[in-house]
């Protein structure tokens, strides 16, 4: 008798600890989902910040770039164009620009330089070419690119081509004595997120 109550009570701590270690279990794996949870939540929150950082990053470097451009583009000179008449050497398409601009000095000439701004597969680049009748520049062509990921580049321009006509937008400026009064620069890009209103620039020497 005394036996089997020893037996019996031996057998109920048994089934009590196997039901604590059960319970147990049970908290465990809650806790687990719960970590999880926020694991999970904490990294999606990592990543949406990282791609917004990502994103301004990229929005603010188009939008230094795209002013630089429009310093440059801005800075052209009226120069007349060599053994061609009173025409100046400023070739505007709808595709690319050549212009004559003035170098500040630093990694390059100073004074008057030729300037090309073109795309170039994905990258929008500027070249430096040297201007009608001058001599090569000592360091070759020089190219650099200003924005990557660019998918269209487009230019248009606003100005009277001959007296006594009106001023009107269009796609080339091309074999005239002066310069346009405004050059339109459309640059779109890969990512729509970086995408900027068209760039208006006003000449200043015409």
């Keep these: 008798m005394v036996r089997n109550a020893t037996i019996l009570r031996l057998r109920r701590r048994r089934a009590a600890e196997a039901g604590v ?13 719960v970590i999880t ?15 917004a950082d990502h994103a301004s990053s990229a929005d603010g470097e188009t939008v230094t770039a795209l002013d630089a451009l429009g310093g440059l583009v801005s800075a052209a000179l009226p120069t007349q164009a060599e053994k061609i008449g009173p025409r100046v050497a400023f070739d505007g398409r709808s595709d690319a620009l050549d212009f004559v601009g003035l170098s500040a000095g630093h990694a390059l000439p100073g004074g008057p330089l030729g300037f090309r701004i073109r795309r170039n597969g994905t990258n929008l680049e500027v070249e430096v070419i040297p201007p ?4 090569p520049l000592p360091q070759g062509q020089v190219s650099n690119v200003v924005l990557r990921a660019v998918s ?19 796609n080339e400026w091309l074999s005239a004595d002066h310069l346009p009064a405004l050059v339109r620069i459309s640059v779109e890009f890969a990512d729509s997120r970086r995408e900027r209103p068209p760039l208006v620039v006003a000449l200043r020497q015409r």
């Design 152 to 170: 269209e580049l487009r230019f248009s321009y606003f100005g009277a081509m001959a007296a006594g006509t009106p001023a009107v937008w269009q």
């Design 37 to 51: 949870g926020f694991l999970v939540g904490g990294i999606a929150l990592g990543r949406r910040g990282y791609v």
């Design 132 to 135: 009608p009748g001058a001599a």
């Design 21 to 33: 270690t059960l319970v147990e279990l049970l908290i465990s794996m809650v806790l687990l989902v």
